[in-house]
Structures are given as C-alpha cells and as structure tokens.
C-alpha cells in the first residue's frame, strides 16, 4: 500500500520568509496530491492540489512542485504571516486505492 | 451551504460511559470517514464507509463502532470509554468514484475521558 513521509515535522520561519515542506510516496500509481491546512481547533482545510498530469501549481503565495520520477512533491508557501501558523498535512491517492494517505504533519509557526 | 458537521465539539465523561459522537453531511457523498487524531498530529484511520450499510475497519486497531444507515449520517459509538480514549476524532466525507479530489474534514470532537 502507500507510504507517505512528511518532513520536517516542526517548522519556524519569521514573518516574510519562504517555508518549504516536503513529501514523499512510495505508490508509482497514486496520482493526485492534495495539501490540508490545520488550524487550531479546526479540521484539516484543502489549500492546494496537484495531479500528475502536471508539474507544478501555483495559488497566490502558495505553490506545489511534484517530481513523479524521484516520487516527492513539495509545499511552497512566499512571503509568510502570522496567520500561515498552522498544521500542514500532504496526501497521496491514485486511482486504485481504497482512501487517501496522510502525511504525519508539520506544524508551522510563522513568528512576527 | 453543502458542509460536515460533527457534534459535539467538546465532551469530558466519566470511565465505563457510552457515548455517540455524530457526523452528517451535506454534500451527499457516499464515502465518509473517521480519523483519530493523537497529539502528535498525525491522522489514524479507524473506520471508514463506501455508502449505506457499508463499513469498514481502517488501519487503526479501535475499540469503537459505527454505523451507516442514512447517507448524510455516520457515528460512531463508544459502548464504555477509557482514559486511553482520549483523542481528537474527525469525520471526514468524499464522492465515491472521485478518487482524486480532496477530502472534506469535520471541526472534530475532542474526546476526554476521566
């Protein structure tokens, strides 16, 4: 079945640096990579996705980059605030999968 | 406006209780879920249905019940709560056959067993 890892697992950044959160998967069949954002006393809230028909997506200060050969795909966030503190989790699916695999999370503080 | 909701947010009970913690959707999706979440963060799959009078055990050994009559509904049962039960459990819910679009989270209930 698939594996995914996330990492770091914390992350600290100041207010206006970038933060990059990685993933990997070990199913060469999943192919849609969705990203969730959790904030405090909330679920986890889609924020971004990507297929693998494409190699990388971009939604105002957040990006996704996938790399189907090395099978890793990552979390870009620019210029970040005080309110990008969150947990971020990363997911991997395909076609032939019964549910989504969750990466273990990584909590983002952005410090002002 | 179509959302997941599960109630309560917040339940303290006593050891040896039965509790329900309710989920219901309305998007009508057929596929819907339960995680526990420990406090690490990380996301445990403990149950999950393709649709009514479907359910399914997930990869998380869980001393706890579901049930799927309703479409809309899927909640899960406690019949006697421990402290070992003390979590964050989240309902989530997706379109059958959609295999690649995102899952819609609950706010989670935040279970506390004394």
């Known amino acids: 079945g698939e594996n995914v890892e996330q990492h770091p697992s914390t992350l600290s950044v100041q207010e206006g640096d970038s933060a990059v959160i990685k993933c990997t998967y070990s199913?060469?069949?999943?192919?849609?990579f969705p990203w969730y954002k959790q904030e405090l006393g909330k679920g986890p809230q889609l924020i971004i996705d990507?297929?693998?028909?494409?190699g990388e997506k971009k939604d105002q200060r957040i990006a996704v980059t996938l790399n189907k050969t090395a099978k890793h795909f990552s979390l870009h966030i620019t210029e970040t605030q005080p309110e990008d503190s969150a947990v971020y989790f990363c997911?991997?699916?395909?076609?032939?999968?019964?549910?989504?695999?969750f990466g273990a999370g990584t909590r983002l503080t952005v410090k002002p | 406006e179509a959302d997941i909701y599960q109630t309560p947010r917040y339940l303290v009970i006593g050891t040896g209780k039965k509790i329900t913690l309710e989920c219901s959707q309305t998007?009508?999706?057929?596929?819907m879920y339960w995680y526990q979440q420990d406090p690490g963060m990380e996301l445990h799959l403990i149950h999950y249905?393709?649709?009514?009078?479907?359910?399914e055990k997930g990869d998380l050994s869980s001393e706890s019940t579901v049930s799927r009559i309703r479409t809309e509904h899927f909640p899960l049962t406690l019949e006697s709560a421990r402290p070992s039960h003390t979590s964050q459990y989240l309902c989530?819910?997706?379109?059958?056959?959609?295999?690649?679009?995102?899952?819609?989270f609950g706010s989670g209930t935040r279970l506390t067993v004394v």
């Open positions: 989530a819910s997706s379109e059958l056959g959609a295999w690649d679009y995102g899952y819609t």
């Open positions: 199913d060469s069949a999943s192919n849609y």
């Open positions: 990507i297929r693998s028909n494409v």
């Open positions: 997911a991997a699916i395909g076609d032939n999968n019964n549910d989504m695999r």
């Open positions: 998007m009508g999706h057929d596929k």
């Open positions: 249905s393709y649709g009514v009078n479907s359910t």
